[in-house]
């Protein structure tokens, strides 16, 4: 396995993230496992983080597999072929959105630090999760950034599926992945400690 653990993986995203250092205002979180590899990093880069709290829309028996996700501000982003693969409804889509809408909100009134997204126009933000499999938070997120007037927005994360990397380079100013590898099946596979981070742990390290 590639990585020790998020936060391992958060200190070694320095050496592809310094050379923008300069371009960057704010590294921001996707909760929950976004956070330890966040924190990681931008206290080596010395720079403030904050949340983002994008939560993906789980597919139906398989709340795992992201099917989309929801921003803060409303934003949305879907994965058309998985949607057609599940054959939902647009009625059963909207209840999975709730679903993570509800979710989304719990969590968010949980941590606190939320981004003020009316305050990010202009700044130059770097969003961080702890790997990319179909990215659908990290492009609910970008929306969410690029409607609110950020820029430039990067994202870097520790692993990548190859097919999600030109996705994500083509809605970001830059993104960075330790890894993209050729067997990807899950994030966790690249991780040797991949337990789920629990809310105390984003509170202490928000804190």
């Known amino acids: 396995m590639r990585f020790a653990n998020r936060w391992q993986a958060g200190k070694e995203l320095l050496g592809l993230v310094a050379k923008y250092s300069d371009d960057i205002d704010l590294v921001l979180a996707i909760p929950r496992g976004g956070v330890e590899v966040a924190a990681a990093l931008a206290q080596e880069l010395k720079k403030p983080v904050s949340l983002l709290s994008a939560r993906k829309v789980g597919a139906p028996f398989n709340r795992e597999l992201a099917i989309g996700a929801v921003a803060p501000d409303g934003s949305s982003w879907y994965n058309e072929e998985l949607i057609r693969h599940f054959r939902l409804s647009p009625q059963e889509l909207q209840a999975l959105s709730l679903q993570a809408v509800a979710e989304q909100e719990k969590r968010r009134q949980a941590y606190g630090n939320e981004v003020d997204l009316q305050a990010v126009q202009g700044k130059g933000i770097l969003l961080i999760d702890d790997g990319a499999a179909t990215g659908a938070t990290l492009f609910a997120g ?9 820029a430039p927005v ?5 692993v990548a599926s190859r097919e999600v990397v030109p996705l994500l380079q ?14 990807f099946f899950a994030v966790g596979q690249y991780f040797r400690e991949f337990r789920p981070v629990s809310d105390e742990r984003v509170r202490q390290l928000l804190g």
């Open 154 to 158: 990067g994202v870097a994360v520790p």
């Open 170 to 183: 083509a809605q970001t100013d830059y993104f960075l992945a330790l890894e993209t590898p050729a067997d």
């Open 142 to 150: 970008l929306i969410a950034l690029r409607r609110a007037g950020a």
